[in-house]
């Protein structure tokens, strides 16, 4: 079974941190994630990785930052916390489909709860 | 950028009765995917249809897909309390996207 681990399930940090968000995956997945999910918006992407040190931009990079140093780490910074970045961030893998064609399913972590006080 | 919208937004149901939820897309896709997510928790995949499949079959959810409409359908027979959750359907952007835009979900309730 795939695995995503999380590095925190719960978080409290204060305004003007650094905070790192860590992400595991154990299936040699190509691609990795990361989403922030608001009440009423749904699940938005912030950055995503589909190699080593090789990223892009989501739909909403502001104030974040990634790293991917190792195909199975991905780590979510944010920069200077804010209180607008209260949420749920989630992170995910998933193969790199055959010559860039193809999507496949994403597997989830449980889930960091930020709280930015 | 918002490409699946679910319909309804929420659902309440008896158990056993079914529950049918639903999926509009904008762009043409090479697969669509159903995600369930229990409360506070991490999604899980349930089935991903291919654009050349018309319906599929999990157990207890079968799966539609109309592409000249850009609609899916996700059926739950039999439901079961267990079954409470949010439902959300994603497709690629485009063809060959490795990565996948959500709708905002069908809250399901299933009342024993």
């Known amino acids: 079974d795939v695995k995503v681990t999380q590095s925190s399930r719960y978080l409290v940090k204060r305004t003007g941190e650094k905070v790192f968000l860590e992400c595991v995956q154990d299936?040699?997945?190509?691609?990795m994630f990361w989403y922030r999910q608001d009440p009423g918006l749904g699940l938005r992407l912030i950055y995503f990785?589909?190699?080593?040190?090789?990223?892009e931009k989501g739909d909403i990079p502001e104030g974040y930052s990634v790293s991917r140093e190792k195909k199975e780490r991905f780590s979510l910074i944010l920069e200077s916390a804010s209180t607008n970045q209260t949420s749920m961030y989630l992170c995910?893998?998933?193969?790199f489909g055959l010559g860039g064609r193809k999507s496949y399913e994403q597997y989830f972590g449980p889930g960091t709860r930020l709280t930015v006080t | 950028s918002q490409q699946g919208e679910e319909d309804p937004q929420a659902l309440s149901i008896q158990e056993g009765e079914n529950a049918t939820m639903n999926c509009s897309y904008k762009t043409s896709i090479n697969n669509l995917q159903w995600y369930r997510q229990n409360s506070g928790r991490g999604l899980v995949h349930l089935i991903l249809i291919r654009s050349n499949e018309r319906e599929k079959h999990s157990g207890r959810l079968r799966v539609t897909l109309d592409t000249s409409k850009k609609s899916s359908s996700l059926l739950i027979t039999a439901s079961r309390a267990a079954d409470t959750a949010s439902y959300f359907c994603?497709?690629?952007?485009?063809?060959?996207?490795?990565?996948?835009?959500f709708g905002q979900g069908t809250r399901l309730t299933i009342n024993p």
């Open positions: 990785s589909y190699d080593v040190k090789m990223k």
């Open positions: 995910a893998s998933s193969l």
């Open positions: 299936m040699d997945h190509e691609n």
């Open positions: 994603a497709t690629p952007p485009g063809r060959g996207a490795q990565k996948l835009v």
